[in-house]
């Protein structure tokens, strides 16, 4: 950063504190790699800047002019952009956990640059490809056209956003809180909208062709817990990230009754000792996750993915289990490539008396002394079972 853009920022903090000093007023002023946490860029004039590459954690930008401004690859986490400018702002791969983008304008832009030289701004168009906005606060965001594809939206906060005919193709908007939100002709294909708070939302003329998370009628399912939806998203941006974001849900000895799991993925989620009974988990993926001492009774299982979960002394009498998969895991590298070895499924001492077994797979699973009266295993795998 030069000396200028320091002694233009110092003067800027005077001005806010009313002790003389100026408005920060810095069209294509360049913070690009800068590390700048906690910085107070509040009202400031910055059409066409750069940060690029910077770190300006808990940045404050409240109702800065942030025009056609470049935040490729920033880190912004739990940065303040409430009624902030940013048409035209480029977010490519920023990451953006927890910001609050609440009255901000996030319409499309174009800042020409009139300087001399050959790089143009033509590139910042409101492009956000790859954007990481998780847990972002979005609410009351105008952003009408604007551009999300395969942005991680896990946990953002939405209310009453205007993103209609947005760009939200492979977005991930796991456990968003979209409610009264308007997503009407917005591009949702292959979108997941699980467990998404999507009351209200208006998704009239929306393409959500292979979306996920919707009900059979291209609707909202089931409203969750926000408590627990807020688990979800966070467990979602920690398992897609391989721990380096968000946190693992761990819902030990907690009562999840009455709770809806099902086609949710929380994998290497932990349930020690919680109480599911009855609980539907249909079809979701619950690869390597801890049920070590949990209640399962008369859960609906059915097509779930179960592959190296632990199930130790855990009870899952009268459960559905049909078409369960509950073979080894791969172990995967720190590039999430297969090593070659596998983690089997962990059934010792569980009690499965009275189950629907029907097309499960056990192949590989650990069966030693699990009770499995009255269950019929005869149409079920059991290649390399240890019993």
């Known amino acids: 950063m030069s000396q200028d853009l320091l002694e233009a920022l110092k003067a800027h903090m005077l001005w806010l504190r009313a002790r003389g000093g100026t408005r920060l007023d810095k069209p294509w002023a360049d913070f690009a790699g800068v590390s700048f946490t906690g910085c107070t860029l509040t009202r400031a004039r910055l059409p066409g800047a750069r940060f690029d590459y910077a ?15 470049s935040f490729d690859s920033a880190t912004l986490f739990r940065a303040n952009f409430k009624k902030a400018d940013l048409r035209g702002a480029n977010f490519k791969n920023a990451m953006l956990a927890e910001a609050d983008f609440t009255g901000a304008d ?12 050959d790089r143009k701004m033509a ?28 942005a991680l939206l896990a946990g953002a906060i939405l209310r009453g956003v205007d993103l209609s005919r947005a760009n939200l193709r492979g977005a991930d908007l796991t456990g968003a809180d979209l409610s009264g939100a308007n997503l009407a002709g917005a591009d949702l294909r292959a979108a997941c909208l699980t467990a998404a708070d999507l009351t209200n939302c208006s998704l009239e003329g929306a393409n959500t062709e292979l979306s996920m998370g919707l009900d059979a009628e291209g609707g909202a399912q089931k409203r969750l817990d926000p408590d627990l939806r807020l688990a979800i998203a966070r467990h979602c941006t920690w398992a897609q990230t391989f721990g380096a974001k968000g946190s693992q849900a761990n819902f030990t000895d907690q009562d999840l009754r009455g709770f ?19 609980v539907n988990m249909r079809g979701g993926n619950f690869l390597l996750c801890d049920f070590t001492d949990a209640h399962l009774a008369n859960c609906d299982m059915t097509g779930a993915q179960l592959r190296g979960t632990c199930f130790k002394n855990a009870v899952l009498e009268g459960s559905n289990l049909s078409d369960a998969d509950f073979t080894e895991a791969d172990i995967l590298n720190h590039e999430r490539k297969p090593t070659g070895r596998k983690w089997p499924a962990n059934l010792l001492g569980a009690r499965l008396v009275n189950c629907n077994v029907k097309g499960a797979r056990f192949d590989g699973a650990n069966m030693i002394g699990a009770d499995t009266s009255d269950t019929d295993f005869s149409t079920a795998s059991l290649v390399g079972t240890r019993r």
């Open 106 to 117: 996030l319409t499309g832009g174009l800042l020409f640059d009139a300087r001399p030289g």
């Open 55 to 69: 770190d300006i954690s808990s940045g404050d930008f409240e109702s800065a002019d942030l025009f056609a401004a």
């Open 260 to 278: 809806v799991l099902a086609n949710l993925d929380l994998s290497a989620a932990v349930f020690k000792g919680a109480n599911l009974d009855g």
């Open 123 to 150: 590139e910042q168009l409101g492009r956000r490809t790859g954007a990481d906005l998780t847990n972002a606060d979005l609410s009351n965001a105008v952003g009408d056209g604007a551009a999300f594809k395969g």
